[in-house]
Nanobody
Framework: QVQLVESGGGLVQAGGSLRLSCVAS????????MAWFRQAPGKERKFVAA????????YVEDSVQGRFTISKNIAKETIYLQMNALKPDDAAMYYC?????????????????WGQGTQVTVSS
């Protein structure tokens, strides 16, 4: 089993920045890749960015390309999402996901591992 705990969310003005963190624990050696998703009220969960745990290759959704950066610190079993130039449309609950399955990009399923989420609010 793998446990994921997100942190770093909060209230920020449009144009501001936040850095989200996701700490993994448990059978972390089984993790192949990790990602960030977000879900706004009344909307579907959407892929934001992903990273391969060992190789470090990253995938970022087009709408946040150039503003959001995903990174990792294996020693701390942590991934980060640096979010700059935030817009009101970026407001959502942000979830961390981890998968032990081979794959790439947004290929995550409900039976992968998910955190409880951290709320990001952007004021205009």
């Amino acid at each position: 089993q793998v446990q994921l705990v997100e942190s770093g969310g909060g209230l920020v003005q449009a144009g501001g920045s936040l850095r989200l963190s996701c700490v993994a624990s448990g059978r972390t050696r089984d993790i192949n890749r990790m990602a960030w998703f977000r879900q706004a009220p009344g909307k579907e969960r959407k892929f934001v960015a992903a990273i391969l745990r060992l190789m470090g290759s990253t995938y970022v959704e087009d709408s946040v390309q150039g503003r959001f950066t995903i990174s990792k610190n294996i020693a701390k079993e942590t991934i980060y999402l640096q979010m700059n130039a935030l817009k009101p449309d970026d407001a959502a609950m942000y979830y961390c996901a981890a998968s032990t399955r081979p794959g790439r990009g947004s290929d995550y399923r409900n039976d992968d591992y998910w955190g409880q989420g951290t709320q990001v609010t952007v004021s205009s």
